[in-house]
């Protein structure tokens, strides 16, 4: 009689996958906040995760990439980050807050430029389309020149008066006049709207980028304690120009 055949040998069951942990804005913001000199909104949903903002070039977006990519619970990363050069450190580290805060209510102050891709040629207008928050406010709109120093465009002699209506729409440019010149490269222009003025009255057209950071740290502080830093946001364009 032939020999039974042995049984066959019990296949192990695969391991049950590890669940995947849950994602969650706890985990993301010390991520976010341990980036030096950047301006990161970032929001949640599954396991998804957007981020967008501004990171300085010597960090990198490929190791900011990274170090998001491996927070628990991410599967599918999407991130919206220019690189900025150092000399805007010291611009992000002053409004960042701000500008964060804006986007995260889904920036109701607004800053946006005509020009495709914000890149500009010598000669060209500098136009500006604004929009102001649901509330009556005073709007600042800075130019920050790669020579260290800070263009006022709103308020300035050209244009003075800076307060707007709740929800205000503007194009600001057309009659200033404004036009790009020397020095080229990548430049940063912030706008701020403020429940009352910045300060009463109107600076030099042109000062010290350091100099006015400082004054302006310091009053957005009192402006803050006052009526609540809710009440302050910021938004930023970062434009290239160059020469014809």
Not at 64 to 71: H, R
Not at 96 to 115: E, F, H, I, Q
Not at 198 to 213: T, V
Request: one cysteine or more; aromatic letters at 8%.
């Amino acid at each position: 009689t032939p020999a039974p055949s042995p049984a066959p040998a019990a296949v192990p069951a695969p391991p049950a996958p590890k669940p995947i942990p849950a994602l969650t804005m706890a985990a993301v913001s010390p991520v976010l906040a341990h980036v030096p000199c950047a301006a990161l909104s970032a929001s949640v949903r599954e396991h998804s995760l957007s981020v967008q903002g501004y990171v300085p070039e010597r960090y990198g977006l490929a190791r900011l990439k990274g170090e998001l990519d491996a927070i628990p619970g991410v599967s599918s990363l999407s991130a919206d980050v220019l690189q900025v050069n150092d000399d805007k450190c010291s611009v992000i580290q002053t409004f960042a807050p701000y500008w964060v805060r804006n986007r995260d209510a889904g920036r109701p102050s607004s800053l946006r430029t005509r020009s495709p891709n914000a890149d500009f040629a010598e000669g060209d207008s500098l136009i500006l389309d604004v929009t102001t928050p649901g509330y009556e406010t005073y709007v600042h709109v800075d130019y920050y020149v790669l020579d260290g120093s800070v263009v006022h465009l709103v308020p300035s002699p050209r244009i003075k008066t800076n307060q707007a209506p709740a929800n205000y729409k503007a194009t600001l440019g057309t009659l200033a006049g404004w036009t790009i010149s020397k020095p080229f490269g990548t430049e940063f222009i912030v706008m701020l709207t403020t429940p009352v003025p910045l300060f009463d009255k109107l600076r030099p057209e042109s000062e010290s980028r350091a100099d006015y950071l400082r004054a302006v740290d310091q009053r957005l502080r009192q402006i803050a304690g006052k009526y609540g830093s809710d009440k302050i946001a910021a938004d930023f364009v970062q434009i290239t120009t160059h020469a014809k």
